[in-house]
């Protein structure tokens, strides 16, 4: 415990000689998790960015107190969020994502062969670079030279953007403080303009358990916009619900074809993750379709 | 406040004026949740029982301080358990649960026309009285002549019984304590005996994520009784890592026939849910397939 800072950082108590780290953003509902490690605490210009090394969930990305991803559960959210949508898309070789500072996204998107430009669009290069150097189970500590990293506001970015990508990832933080924006109608309608006529779009649309309202609205607002859309799901053990849900706008019509390859190196996704996702249990095909 | 008891059970918190319980059966993870009242709570002679009325998940069952269901997500798993092997049984007539004290199981097996008699071995009485009582949003006040209720032992009870069930569904707690024996070989050895030549099991089989030991023991011993076995899975939000896992084991060949009728009041399960739920993830595959 010599690694320790003098002064702990917010979300983190020492009780009784143990680090816990406590995720309180729902009023009546705290998870807490025992800390090996302060890896990583500082204050980016737009966020309180840490790496934590902890007992169940080995490294884990922490953002205004609040988990983002893990060593041990980052790739199920990072292999739903891009191997699906490049799964649907006849021949992806443009690439966007918005968000996804842990480069788990990036490096999935990076092992398609036929991808020949992935641009990551991230506000906060504090993450990025934290991520790189501290929390390679998840970003691959990724060189690819593909990927060109612009650290900017992706809302910007993809207004000055049009008839330019494939596929465009939305890997967003929750619809709170910056990230509030990527939820909004008129950010989706520029993301429809940024893409080319044959292209689509994902973006994780919140807990179906306890964030249907984001869903419905979000899926409301694709539905609108994309002649095309569906929504999947996947569990994610450290977000609150487990249960989570991504929601697809595009262009053309989605099949999946049986010849188009998926990585051999997955952890969660498969052929077989890849027909389940879309089958929704009865509570969200009442609400939602 | 006023119904509180002047001494609080173990487990329950009172901080700054709001209480809280917390689970903290895993070393390095706790999650805990803001009550709104406590329902009830006695001590049995099996273990500590609690019915909580919490804030995000309403009404709870907590067994020595474990939750063991809601009124948000108990649907969940109790139709996950009963109508996968149901829909499976070409012609279910005698139906034995062993454990499900919340009578949710029972419920959901209750709404098959076909089902003649439902046998609960619960070997805590006060547990299903509690439930009947105060947790009717799971137990739906289970009053059906067709369920026979016995509190005894369910490892002794199985012994006595051979060429007797079409279905038996073993709705256990963890395996600690009393639990412990529902996950032996001779256990399993001995449902096999008291199912018909036609018959089928299912059990919970734990976390994927956090026990894959257990599942793990769990696939082996049954995969080694029955000539036909397989695993499934559902999303449960109050389970830790969400993910939980089911493993069946049958005399008969396994397969869902399209005229088998679904109930049409399930909030969960539906003719989707059915079809994907045996899809696993890549890391399951690769560990149990």
Partial sequence: MNSLPKQLPPYIKNENGELWLTEDERENLKIS?????????????FQHVMILDSYDFGRMLVLDGVIQTTSIDG??????ISHVPLQFHPSPKKVLIIGGGDCGAAREVAKYKEVEEIHMVEIDEMVVNVCKEHLTDVSGNLSDPRVKFMYTDGVAFIKEHANTYDVIIIDSSDPVGPAKELFSYEFYSNVYRALKDDGLMVCQSQSPIFHMDVLKQTHANINK???????YTATVPTYPGGLWSFTIGSKIPLSLSESKLMPTDTKYVNADVLKQCFQLPQFMKQQLL
């Fill in 225 to 231: 916009l994309f002649p095309y859309s569906t929504i």
């Fill in 75 to 80: 790739h199920i959210y990072n292999e739903m």
């Fill in 33 to 45: 998790y025992r800390i090996k490690d302060i890896i990583f605490s500082d204050q980016s210009p």
